[in-house]
Structures are given as structure tokens and as C-alpha cells.
């Protein structure tokens, strides 16, 4: 009910909106000198002499360029010129300011995104339409981090909320995020040079970033070259944390959070040429190194928890070839991508002289991933088909010491991941107005262990095997607004790192038993809504129900009669639903102004148990203010998000009186840029203004206090 009651009063807030016409009036048009001081905003451009919105370019929701306009699932984009304004001291802290979007982790380099309250196991990352995810660390403990991507060479962030697992596969239950890269640009006729340096400085961490990066684009052909590095030492969060209940045994008297710094370098590339009349042939490759990474709140020296990963590292290259049109097809693309990621995992537990657990275990994940897929119309018909492959090789070496014994036995075994998925979605213009979606994927899996001496777990060869669908509508009521509705599937294979897990976490005192025989979760998603595109207007209202079934999570089987240590394993044990709604709007408001708004409120229920699920979070709503001048601009941000009063009973919550509370705060930042001539310009932020002491609805350690960030650029 009360979804129902926050969507009517939206619908009779944006309704006048909606049906009012489209052009901005001369009491609010933003002409002559107005349309120049918005030039450099890439979500504006100018029309009939006015500055208006135009419509956002995305590939995610369809694998293939398209309006947002012209798809029923719920995306936003972040695109460059948002990423340099905001700052952010990584990738995760772009996604707080979005609907239905949450982060897990602390510090500056952990940051996992959760959406519609699907945490990061059952959300699928991508970098330029390749998976990050992989089948070590895509788990609600790890997850795959965004921070393995250096965020100055991201042209772009596309966050589809909702199922995509007729064009993605397994993982894509809550949504996808998919990290588009800065590529050459091939339509310049002569040949040019660009460079670029930017330095930034965060006194909440008292970290660096350094970017240096040259591109060469000329008739037909370029290239990119860029290195990056940065450092961040242990960030601070309000004084005052040190006295609360809540945060205190996480801080120290001055509040800073130790072990929560790190350091990273990159260096990445690419290169694209023109073959024939329209094809591309394209090439890239990325390197990033990772050190020191901490757990942020244990101070190795007084805690007698050493918890970080000493290194965190990723290799890429890819290959791909657009063809243009060819053969019947509009397009026909092939690509092909290597990955490697190395982790140095430290779990030292020294909790007293006669007592300590020490773990160091060094995690390769080689991944190897194919797609092929092609584009053609077949009269009113567009249609879209293709087929994914990807095989993640695991290998882990591990040291473990306790006082009464040492040894090399691993939690993750010599194993292998495969997927195999064949796809087709049609878009079907029914009448003028009336445009039907429709798409069908079916997906083969193996997970297969390898002869390992040092695995203690029992040896496992599965096969699996799902099939998912999705049907879509969109009616256009007027030119400019347009009816949405969705059905569609999602479904989530159990990695190997959920099948073979065996041995201990983390969390101090638990013990995980392997459990081979999961089941995919999969998921039935409702949803209807509307989108906006006037010219002074842009955004969209959607309402969900998401249907889960066979949710994997951790169920306690009671202490070890031997260790004393908490068992606990991986089960399919619940049946859920989660609803919810999700509002966005821009509006270019008299001469210089734009005000950003969002709003969103999710619900979840275990059907299991009839409790409210533990994992959803408050409701959330944010309102920015952006003037923009020729060469200045200036950003007001606030976010305000609720306290989650629908949580399970105590019995069911692990030590609840040790929990934070969940929301509850608002926080606020204050951002400017100017651009001078020639290619300078500089970039501020005062973050959390107000000096909140708070912390983000999944995690239990705050967040920094009053900051400011800082940066200095030049191009030429």
C-alpha cells in the first residue's frame, strides 16, 4: 500500500508535467548566452536557439547503441564530464546518488554495488560488454570490485536495474552495471594529437591520483595510451565516532579508521582502425596493480585482527571486429577477451599469545570469454541474436598456521567454470505507437574440480543448465512520454566458490562446510512505470515486484563439538519477494538552473519465515541544484536516506545490539569547477558538509567526515 500511495503522489506531482507542452516558454527559455553557458554539459544541447535535453545513448539494455527512451528497463547513465565533476574517491561512490542503488564497503578502494537489494553476487559487472564477475569472487563476502578499473578512462557507466538475464546470463538477477571505456574517435579527417595530466588531492584519506594519458586519432584509425596512479592512507570519520556505541570499537580517539588505505597504478590502451566501408577492427588492453589493501576498522597493532588483500591485481587484453552492415545484417560483432586476476588474500587472527589463526592464500582466476551476435530488421521486426562463451580457470595456494598445527589445505580447489549461452530478442514496432520486446536465452553450465591434494572438500563435476525469457511493451501516450511494462526472468548459477567453499571467513569464530548440490536462484520480475523526454523534462517513474525463488544464503548448522568454531553453509532455503518504486527527474529550470531529483523506497519479505528480509535497504531520496556559467559551475547535493524499520526479529539477526543502525542520516556536498583557457581547469568538492557521522545502509564502519577534493587538469 504504501508503494501504491507514493506512486500516486508522484503520478499528480509530474502528471501537469507530462501532458504541458514541451517547449520552454520564453519566461524560462534558456537562449543566447544561456545556451553557451550550458555547452559543456553532455547531457544538454541546443535546439531552435534553447538548451534542451537530449536523449541518452546506452547499450546495455540491447547490446547494441540505442535511446534510453527506446527501452522498457530502468537505466541511468553517468557519463564523463558527471565522473570528473563529482570526484569520486572510487567508482561505488558514483552509484549512492542513483535509485534503487546502494553500496557495501568502506574505504577507498571496497565499494560493491547492491541493486534493489541484490547484492553484488547477483549483480553482473561489465567492462565495455565483457564480465568482470568471476566464479572466486563473486560472493556476497568479496564480490567483484569496480575499483579494478581505473575511473579516468571510464567514458561512461550504464546501471540497469531489474533482470538482464535473456542477454546476459547468470548474475544479472538485481541488474547490470556495464563500464564503457574512452575509445580514439575515427571520424576526425586529418590526423591529431591530444594529451591530457590531471592531479587530484582527498584530505578525508589524505590520498593522491595522478593521470597522465596521450591520444592519436586520425582518418580512419587511433590510438590511446594512459597511466594512472594513486594512494590513499586510512581515511577519518567524525571525531565523534570514537564515543558512539556503534562505531567506536571501528575508530581510533581521532577518528581515523585504520586499515582502510591503499595503493594502485595503471597503465591501459587501445587501438582502432576502419576496415572497409564501415567495419571496425579494435584492440585494447589494461593493467592494473593494487597494493595493501585493508579491512577497514581493525587496527592490526591493538585488535589482534590483521585482515587485507597485500595485493589485488588484473590483466586484460581484448580483441573485437564490428563488421557494419554485411551479409543481411546491420552489424555482425565478434570479441574475444583474456582476463587474469591475482589475489594475496591476509587473514591473521591473533586474539590472544596462546592463540592465533593465520591465513595467506594467493587466488589466480584466468578467464577466457567469446562473443559473437548480429543485428538485422526483418520488416517491422529488429532483431538481435548471438551467442556467449566464457571459462574461468581457479587455482588458489594457501598457507594456513595454528598453534597445533600448519598446512597448505586450500578453501577453493583446482577448478574450472564454464558458460555457454545462445540468445535472441526481437523488437517488434506494432503500430505507431505500440513497440513489443521479446527475447529468449538458454545457458549450459560446468563446474568441475581438479585433482587437489590440498583440497579437503569432496571433488565435484556439475552440470547445470537454465532457461529465461522476458516480454516488454511500450506505448507512446505522446511523442515525449511513454508507457513501460516488463516481465521478465533472471537466474543466478551457485559459482564455485559457493559449491567448494570449505574453511573459514572473515567473520571471526565461522566455519563454512561445502555444499556442492546448490541450485540456481532464479527470479520473476513485474514491472511498469513511465519515461519523460521533453525538453525541459527528463526522467521516469517504475514500479517493480520481484519474485525470488531458491535464494541462496548462509544457514548455521550449530558449533563444531571439536573447535567450537559456528558452522555454517550455503543453502537454498528461501523463497522471497521484493517490491518497489524508483523515481527520476532533471528539469532545466529558468536560465542557468537544473534541478536533479530522485527518489526510492524498497520492500522484501522472506516467504519462508513471513519476515521482513535483513538485506533491503531504507528508502532513499536525493535532490541536487546545478548552476552552470560559460566557464563556472557550481553543484548543490543532498541525500537523505530513511531508517529501515522493517527488519527480522532479534532471534534471527547475529549479535543485533552490535548492529548500526540501518540509514537514518543525511548528508550533503558542495561542488564547483571553473575552466579557464587553453585547456586548465580545476575542480572542487566539499563532501559531507555537515560533518555526519553515518554509515551506508550494508555496512557497519562510518563514513569520512567533512572533506574536500580537489583537482587540477590540462589538456592539449
Known amino acids: 500500500m504504501r508503494i501504491m500511495a507514493l506512486a500516486i503522489i508522484f503520478t499528480i506531482m509530474i502528471v501537469p508535467a507530462i501532458w504541458a507542452d514541451g517547449d520552454i516558454g520564453a519566461d524560462t527559455a534558456v537562449v543566447g548566452a544561456d545556451a553557451e553557458a550550458t555547452e559543456e554539459d553532455p547531457k544538454t544541447e541546443e535546439k531552435d536557439g534553447k538548451r534542451v535535453f537530449k536523449d541518452r545513448v546506452v547499450v546495455t539494455a540491447s547490446r547494441q547503441e540505442q535511446a534510453s527512451s527506446q527501452t522498457p528497463a530502468a537505466i541511468s547513465v553517468i557519463d564523463a564530464e558527471q565522473i570528473a565533476d563529482r570526484q569520486p ?33 547477483r549483480v553482473l559487472i561489465l567492462v565495455d560488454g565483457q564480465r568482470l564477475n568471476n566464479a572466486r569472487e563473486s560472493t556476497v563476502f568479496a564480490g567483484i570490485q569496480p575499483g579494478l578499473v581505473d575511473l579516468s578512462e571510464v567514458e561512461r557507466i550504464e546501471v540497469m536495474r531489474g533482470p538482464a538475464s535473456v542477454l546476459y546470463g547468470s548474475d544479472a538477477m538485481g541488474g547490470v552495471i556495464n563500464i564503457i571505456t574512452k575509445k580514439p574517435d575515427l571520424g576526425v579527417e586529418t590526423f591529431e594529437m591530444h594529451h591530457s595530466f590531471n592531479y587530484g588531492y582527498g584530505s578525508a584519506a589524505d590520498s593522491s591520483t595522478v593521470h597522465a594519458d596521450i591520444r592519436g586519432n586520425g582518418a580512419g584509425w587511433g590510438f590511446n595510451l594512459s597511466v594512472g596512479w594513486e594512494t590513499a592512507d586510512d581515511y577519518k570519520a567524525p571525531k565523534e565516532a570514537a564515543d558512539s556505541p556503534y562505531y567506536s570499537e571501528y575508530v581510533q580517539r581521532d577518528g581515523t579508521v585504520p586499515n582502510s588505505g591503499m595503493e594502485q597504478a595503471s597503465v591501459q590502451g587501445g587501438f582502432r582502425i576502419l576496415t572497409g566501408d564501415s567495419g571496425v577492427f579494435k584492440t585494447n588492453f589494461e593493467v592494473v596493480r593494487t597494493d595493501d589493501v585493508g579491512f577497514p576498522g581493525f587496527d592490526p597493532e591493538t585488535s589482534g585482527v590483521d585482515i587485507s588483500f597485500p595485493r589485488f591485481d588484473r590483466d586484460k587484453i581484448g580483441v573485437g571486429w564490428d563488421s557494419g552492415p554485411a551479409w543481411g545484417f546491420e ?30 592464500t594467493t587466488s ?268 563556472w559551475w557550481v553543484e548543490a547535493n543532498g541525500r537523505f536516506v530513511g531508517e529501515q524499520t522493517r527488519v527480522p526479529s532479534a532471534e534471527n539477526i547475529a549479535n543485533p545490539e552490535d548492529e548500526a ?56
Open 89 to 121: 574517491e572510487k567508482m561505488a561512490d558514483l552509484f549512492k546518488e542513483l535509485p534503487g542503488v546502494d553500496v557495501q564497503g568502506e574505504g577507498p578502494f571496497r565499494g560493491l554495488p547492491v541493486i534493489r537489494g541484490m547484492s553484488s553476487n
Open 331 to 360: 552489424n555482425i560483432s565478434v570479441s574475444a577477451y583474456y582476463q587474469s586476476v591475482l589475489k594475496e588474500s591476509k587473514r591473521f587472527i591473533d586474539p590472544s599469545p596462546y592463540f592465533f589463526v593465520h591465513n595467506f
Open 661 to 716: 543502525p540501518i540509514g537514518n542520516f543525511i548528508t550533503a556536498d558542495l561542488r564547483a569547477g571553473y575552466n579557464f583557457e587553453r585547456g586548465l581547469s580545476i575542480r572542487a568538492t566539499l563532501g559531507n558538509i555537515f560533518d555526519e557521522l553515518y554509515s551506508e545502509p550494508y555496512n557497519l564502519r562510518p563514513e569520512p567526515g567533512r572533506y574536500l577534493r580537489a583537482s587540477i587538469g590540462y589538456s592539449f
Open 364 to 631: 589466480n582466476i584466468d578467464t577466457f570469454g567469446l562473443n559473437t551476435q548480429g543485428v538485422t530488421d526483418l520488416g517491422a521486426h529488429h532483431l538481435t541474436m548471438g551467442l556467449d562463451f566464457y571459462r574461468d580457470d581457479l587455482e588458489d595456494e594457501t598457507q594456513n598456521d595454528y598453534p597445533w598445527d600448519s598446512n597448505n589445505n586450500v578453501a577453493v580447489p583446482n577448478s574450472y567454470q564454464e558458460g555457454l549461452g545462445l540468445y535472441l530478442q526481437d523488437e517488434w514496432q506494432a503500430t505507431d505507437k505500440l513497440r513489443i520486446l521479446g527475447g529468449l536465452r538458454g545457458d549450459r553450465f560446468v563446474f568441475k574440480s581438479e585433482d587437489d591434494p590440498n583440497y579437503v572438500g569432496e571433488p565435484f563435476d556439475v552440470t547445470d543448465s537454465d532457461l529465461s525469457g522476458n516480454i516488454g511493451v511500450m506505448y507512446a501516450v505522446t511523442p515525449a512520454v511513454e508507457l513501460t511494462g516488463l516481465i521478465a526472468r533472471g537466474f543466478r548459477a551457485p559459482n564455485i566458490q559457493e559449491r567448494a567453499f570449505t574453511g573459514g571467513v572473515s567473520q571471526p569464530g565461522y566455519w563454512v562446510v561445502q555444499n556442492p548440490d546448490l541450485t540456481s536462484e532464479s527470479s520473476l520480475n513485474y514491472e511498469v512505470g513511465f519515461k519523460v523526454r521533453y525538453d525541459r523534462y527528463y526522467g521516469g517513474l517504475n514500479v517493480f515486484y520481484n519474485d525470488i525463488q531458491d535464494f541462496i544464503t548462509f544457514v548455521e548448522l550449530g558449533p563444531d563439538p571439536i573447535t567450537g568454531l559456528e558452522l555454517i553453509q550455503y543453502d537454498n532455503i528461501e523463497d522471497a519477494t521484493v517490491k518497489g518504486i524508483e523515481i527520476e527527474l532533471e528539469t532545466l529550470m529558468y536560465e542557468r538552473w537544473t534541478l536533479i531529483t530522485n527518489f526510492s523506497y524498497t520492500e522484501g519479505d522472506d516467504d519462508t519465515t513471513g519476515e521482513p528480509l535483513g538485506f533491503i535497504p531504507p528508502w532513499k531520496f536525493v535532490l541536487g541544484l546545478r548552476y552552470q556559467a560559460p566557464r
